[in-house]
């Protein structure tokens, strides 16, 4: 009986000692592949139209979808903010509590979020299927690098089209917000961008939004890329690592934007 | 998808995006209403600034004409030592008064600058010698109750 327990706590020690060391050398394997990225980057962008291509895979085809929610964000985020705001007589604030919450915060991570869901998702898959049909394999013996034609790319196009997509979530829903704020409600008109262009400052807060898109696109893009290439190159395996870039994208994300709100906006200074 | 639509799409993409970073920086935000770099510097002393951030507004006659950059405390006086930066177009007369008013019960904390009669004008890095410190409402309704129990007191004496 001792020696069957004692063999369980060893196996689950060996187990978990296995998911730990794995981890870190992936989290090892992802860094030296950043770099690998960097560094045949130049090579990549000198033929600049298979970025081209991959911007109007992960952005243009994400338009829909980031413009779509950003509108809605921003008319709920307008309604919500209405009722509460009402009650201290603060509601010529709406512009300002809109415009704030979607430049900082909700802008560049609910676009990072869809953008991780829309087309890093696709991103992996593509690279995941193009490991298991062999294609990547087949580009190195026809002494072509698939870091430079297939990876930097696809990353330079994530990295390029995020900014440019949180952009327009927040613009959106800043539109929404004074749709649902002025016209529905009936907040005045000056009063909203009034209030709005009082209390929104170019820097830190529109310039700190931009700079966390830039950081999410770059996470999201590098995840997205290294899952595919990283997959097990079986059917099992590509769906494995599009579920991990969704979930892990995610979490990086949001992880990320705690941390990056702590640096830019810890209290004081405001 | 052939190349040139592809090239199209992509273009229109990032006009809009940049497009929407215009409009956060222009209309949204307030890149050309007020330029940090430019205006210049008065400092005020205070005896208490109550609860005057940095970059609250600076306003004459109820517009904004600037912007509060620094709040120190002076070691020897123990006064609140507060650096606006003030719009270039506009100066203020020596004997200019800066106070510290709160916009409504809740609303954000300002200085207000009055203007004074002298000729001569302020110049960067010249201090406001006329000031009026924040009230503190506290101490107000402290003040207000002290002097009602007073009344209170005197009243039963009688």
């Known amino acids: 009986m001792s020696t069957d327990a004692l063999a369980g706590v060893t196996h689950f020690l060996r187990r978990l000692g296995g998911a730990v060391t794995g981890s870190i050398s992936r989290l090892g394997f992802a860094s030296r ?20 291509r991959e911007v109007y895979f992960a952005g243009v085809l994400s338009l829909v979808i980031i413009l779509m929610s950003g ?5 709920v985020l307008s309604l919500q903010g209405y009722e509460t705001l009402k009650r201290y007589g603060a509601d010529e ?73 949180a952009a327009l979530f927040s613009a959106f829903g800043i ?20 209030q709005m262009k009082a209390g929104v400052d170019v820097w830190p807060d529109v310039t700190n939004g931009i700079i966390k898109s830039l950081v999410f696109g770059i996470a999201v893009s590098l995840i997205a890329v290294f899952e595919g290439y990283d997959a097990k190159p079986t059917a099992e395996g590509v769906s494995t690592a599009t579920t991990r870039t969704v979930v892990i994208s995610s979490l990086a994300i949001l992880a990320l934007d705690f941390v990056m709100t702590v640096f830019m906006f810890r209290g004081g200074g405001q | 998808m052939n190349r040139s639509a592809i090239d199209l799409w992509v273009g229109v993409f990032v006009a809009v995006g940049f497009g929407a970073i215009l409009f956060m920086a222009l209309k949204v935000g307030n890149l050309l209403t007020l330029d940090r770099a430019s205006g210049y510097r008065i400092e005020a002393n205070f005896d208490n600034i109550g609860g ?36 270039n177009q506009y100066s203020f007369s020596r004997d200019t008064i800066a106070s510290i008013n709160t916009s409504g019960l809740l609303g954000e904390v300002f200085v207000a600058l009055d203007a004074g009669g002298d000729s001569v004008m302020l110049k ?30 005197g009243g039963s004496k009688k």
């Not at chain 1, 580009?139 to 034609?149: I, N, S, T």
């Open chain 1, 33 to 52: 592949f950043l770099v690998a990225i960097a560094w045949h980057s130049p090579q990549a962008l000198r033929r600049f139209q298979l970025t081209i």
């Open chain 1, 93 to 165: 604030q709406l512009g300002i509590l809109v415009a704030l919450s979607l430049v900082r915060e909700l802008g560049p991570v609910m676009a990072g979020l869809l953008f991780a869901s829309r087309a890093g998702s696709a991103i992996t898959a593509e690279i995941g299927l193009m490991k298991t049909t062999e294609q990547l394999a087949a580009m190195e013996m026809m002494a072509v690098d698939p870091l430079a034609r297939v990876i930097a790319p696809r990353f330079w196009g994530g990295v390029i089209s995020m900014p440019l997509l």
């Open chain 2, 52 to 87: 005057l951030k940095l970059r609250a507004p600076v306003k004459a006659a109820g517009v904004v004409i600037g912007r509060v950059e620094a709040v120190r405390l002076n070691p020897k006086t123990y006064e609140a030592l507060v650096t606006l930066r003030v719009d």
């Open chain 1, 71 to 75: 509108l809605f964000v921003g008319m």
């Open chain 2, 124 to 153: 960067d890095g010249e201090r406001i010698t006329k000031t009026q410190s924040a009230v503190v409402i506290e101490k107000l309704i402290s003040q207000f109750l002290f002097d009602k129990a007073a009344e209170g007191g």
């Open chain 1, 175 to 194: 539109f929404g917000g004074y749709l649902v704020g002025v016209r529905l409600i009936g907040i005045d008109d000056g009063a909203f961008w009034g």
